[in-house]
């Protein structure tokens, strides 16, 4: 299970990294383990030139009712001692940064001079993620504790949620879902800022530093647009930030101000991270109304090739084509919906199997795991009363 490591399908991916900076690690739980299977995925999926997802896999602290403490590492990791802003090619960065947005280079030499690398970043990008079962995946993410509290959460956040439905066509019970994945709610103490998880992934991991240069810029830029200090920045250890987790490239591309105060805060406003979640799903081809994932059961005579692991793709068949097949659907859709027939690794090499609907995509967007895909959308269906 989830507790040994090192037996994941994205070993490969660890070794292709500063292999001298192997380490050992302490125990994993299950919380570590979906975020690292979940990022990885993403990251793997994403190409060196894809603006990685948003995602819960990115989360620092594990909610509390999931034991784990992914952070706890005896760090071997070797990184430079002193802040960031005494090293040269850190000050090439800041001097580029600084005239390409016309930011003052001397406020941001003073930043860098409080901003060190951090070891464990390095550790935690480099662990091999491993297979979840969906029984595991089920037994954190849809939880009692987060059905309550998502339950709560529609009551204390209904105003902005229900407004950015109006605007956005994405069910309040969505956002919500989501919200109450990536961080529990907004209530996930992250243990560091970006700009200290990012300013190391960008100088300090060769293999991935372009990438993380333009997310330390978008950091910069995101922090002077909307008058935010970029210490108080809270974020994942891959640099994901606040409460929906966005990477900052994504703050960029759709953040929004949801409460009108001429900031976009995703760190401490929920109405900014609703709106924001709501402006992504909404812009990666959410449908109002559409349905998106129901678990199905078999009959016999289906295939491999009858099975697709790309909700996005292009395999999807109308409801009725697969109640031919001897698909049969837990609730009742209109026969001309399109479907995808597919499946998630269960225990004991088990499956269970699913349809996503188009409106599955979206989701699949924000994080390119099928189980993650298949909890967000059945977390929302359970806090629609469904
Ligand atoms: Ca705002």
Redesign the pocket.
Known sequence: MCLERGRGPFLPFSQMGIALRRQSLVSAQIWDCLRRATYFTRFLQSGNNVVPPTGTALLDSPPDNISGNSDNLSSKAVVRPKAMASYEDVRIFIKDVAKKHKIPEKRLLKLFQNVFFDASVIELIERPAEKVSWTSYEKSLLSKERIDNGKKYLKTYDKYLKAAEARYGVPAELLAAIVGVESYYGTVKFRRNAITSLGTLAFEYPRRSQFFKRELENLLVYATVNSLDPLTIMGSYAGAVGIPQFMPGNITLYGV?????????IVT?H??AIFSIANYIKAHGWNTGGETVDFVELGEGLTEEDFSLNPCGNSHKTVEELKKKGVKFASDYDNAAMGLLSRLDDENETYKYVVFFKNSCPIHKYNSSLKYTAAIARLAKILKGG
């Open positions: 101000d949801g409460d009108n105060d001429n900031k976009i805060d406003s109405p900014d």
